[in-house]
């Protein structure tokens, strides 16, 4: 009856397409086409119901044909069905029902990897490290690939009860946690570096964005705030509403901050700051990297452009593109990609081109010879088609081969766990480090632990050594090369040593987050981070601060 009843909304459906079909009878015509195709993938699909081996799953199949289509295009067209609501509700606004807790899983069990500060987890208790065993009675272990997430979230004043193991204990306890509106912060930690400085560190750009950096930059100054470094590293962006407002904290009324270009001339437009500035005046620094994107790219161009402050760390991701949200039948949406975004100097700074792909499907960054020079304020250079570089560049700290293992493998984390469990307190995030005696007694707790390695070297040689197999050197060299082999082998003994320093950094924070959340291991990095470190410098370094802005 399944089958006959679907036959026919196919049937009625194919009539409606007949008709508008029948009526773009001209082959040239767009619209002739778009029917024309509609047609005969609403026919393919309705021999496919009828005559494939199999039943068909109507909405998986017609998720996955959408999916495909919009994979034509770019990454950020995006279809939400009604199920999937929920988490585009959470995408922009921040919000969602649950109890403020990240869960991984590794080696079988799921632990809890954060706990938000301020969330019904944090209340009732829930700690990092803590094994979930049931979730409402639910034997996590019998049902491997159980969705978690959807587990924990529910109704705001309805109450969740998990079973949980801590480190270091044999027994299970049960804890009862409320759930309740959970609202990722933009602005998960503000303070003061220095007497001085003050720092903002801006994740997001949801809709409460802009109010919680203006609440924290006027927090600041109260507190002796002079010069602001604002973080926006790893901040993919949101909404551009939020951009604005953001950037009008630091540019006066009426300044241009950004103008949208696209197919739809009347949805173009400029926006201006509509606000006087907080304060157009106080030495600015703004951190980016790789993963700063889309509003946070409009934000630091914005800063650039008007030579308002100094951009430090690495080039920005390059997503210069508008997203809409349109509303679908039965409750689905589109985001759909508009526009082109321009910043003040009038440079659009996305990084690659979609509208033009290989004959693999694949794209690629734009060229620089095709990328066009463009002028700040102040006359500086500045380029469009691949992200905002920063005035100081400060390199990626890509970790060694050995302290990425130790990460991957969770190794860290498990230590942390140990440590927290024999240390009930430690001193404040900011005063806290690992003694040389203290880092002794980690490596020996490694010394039975799996974390093997390839280095960089080593894979290159593997290279080198296949290569003169290839082409039929390896005979003549291969003692030398098995001499060289034997010097460039990693010991792991030697690269804990050798990168002592850097292993040490990564498990204090992972030690300072059992104990301070978030915010401990903001604090904890004042002191070891090299980009806030670079921007203390140039900020004790004024007259460099303003020559950079001269473009001197």
């Known amino acids: 009856m399944k ?4 036959k026919l909304l196919l049937l009625t459906g194919l009539t409606g397409i007949g008709l508008t079909f029948a009526s773009f009878t001209d082959p040239g015509d767009r619209f002739f086409e778009i029917a024309k195709n509609l047609d005969i993938f609403a026919t393919l699909f309705k021999e496919l119901n009828t005559y494939y081996v199999d039943e068909i799953n109507p909405n998986k199949t017609m998720r996955a044909s959408i999916e495909a289509m919009l994979k034509s295009l770019d990454p950020y067209t995006n279809y939400f069905p009604e199920d999937d609501i929920e988490d585009y509700m959470t995408m922009t606004t921040g919000k969602y029902n649950g109890i403020g807790a990240l869960i991984g899983t590794r080696q079988g069990q799921h632990l809890v990897m954060m706990v938000y500060e301020e969330t019904p987890a944090e209340k009732a208790g829930l700690k990092i490290g ?18 978690i997430g959807k587990l924990l979230k529910g109704q705001t004043g309805t109450s969740v009860k998990l079973t949980v193991k801590r480190y270091g204990q044999q027994s299970s306890e049960e804890l009862s946690v409320g759930r309740d509106v959970v609202k990722m912060t933009n602005v998960p930690y503000y303070g003061m570096v220095s007497d001085e400085v003050g720092y903002i560190d801006l994740k997001d750009f949801t809709n409460t964005a802009s109010r919680e950096v203006r609440a924290a930059f006027q927090d600041l100054k109260g507190k002796g705030m002079k010069k602001l470094i604002l973080d926006l590293r790893d901040n993919p962006g949101g909404l551009l509403n939020m951009a604005v407002d953001i950037s009008n904290v630091f540019i006066p009324k009426d300044a241009e901050v950004v103008s ?17 500035a907080m304060d157009a005046e106080m030495p600015l620094v703004v951190l980016t990297n790789s993963r700063s994107a889309s509003a946070a790219e409009i934000v630091a161009g ?3 452009d008007y030579d308002r402050g100094v951009l430090v760390g690495q080039r920005s991701f390059g997503k210069g593109l508008v997203q809409v949200t349109r509303d679908l039948s039965y409750n689905s949406k589109l985001k759909v990609t508009t526009a082109k975004y321009y910043i003040p100097s009038g440079r659009c700074i996305q990084a690659i081109d979609y509208s033009h792909r290989n004959p693999d499907g694949s794209v690629g960054k734009i060229a620089d010879s095709l990328k066009a020079a463009f002028k700040t304020k102040n006359g500086r250079a500045v380029y469009d088609g691949g992200g905002i570089a920063p005035d100081v560049d400060v390199e990626k700290m890509v970790p060694a081969a050995v302290t990425a293992s130790l990460m991957q493998k969770g190794l860290l984390f498990d230590y942390a766990n140990k440590y927290h469990h024999d240390h009930p307190t430690v001193k404040p995030a900011r ?22 390695y390839t280095t960089q070297v080593e894979r290159e040689f593997d290279e080198l050594e296949a290569s003169a197999k290839k082409e039929k050197y390896y005979d003549g060299v291969q003692e030398q090369l098995k001499s060289l082999r034997t010097k460039l082998s990693h010991s ?10 850097e292993i040490k950094y990564q ?9 301070y959340l978030q915010k401990g291991v903001r604090e904890l990095s004042f002191a070891k981070d090299p980009e806030i470190q670079t921007a203390v410098k140039l900020f004790a370094d004024m007259p460099r601060y303003q020559a950079i802005l001269k473009g001197k």
């Open 130 to 147: 803590d094994e979930i065993l049931k979730i409402d009675g639910v034997d996590l272990k019998s049902r491997p690939g159980l969705d």
């Open 302 to 304: 914005v800063i650039q």
């Open 492 to 501: 792991k003994e030697t690269d804990l040593q050798k990168f002592k320093d």
């Open 260 to 276: 949208t270009k696209g197919k739809v001339t009347e949805w173009n437009k400029t926006y201006t700051a509509l606000n006087p």
């Open 507 to 515: 498990l204090e924070q992972e030690i300072v987050v059992h104990y």
């Open 431 to 452: 005063e806290f480090f690992l003694s040389d005696t203290d880092y002794q007694g980690f490596t020996k707790w490694l010394a039975d632990k799996e974390y093997d």
């Open 3 to 6: 089958r006959r009843s679907l």
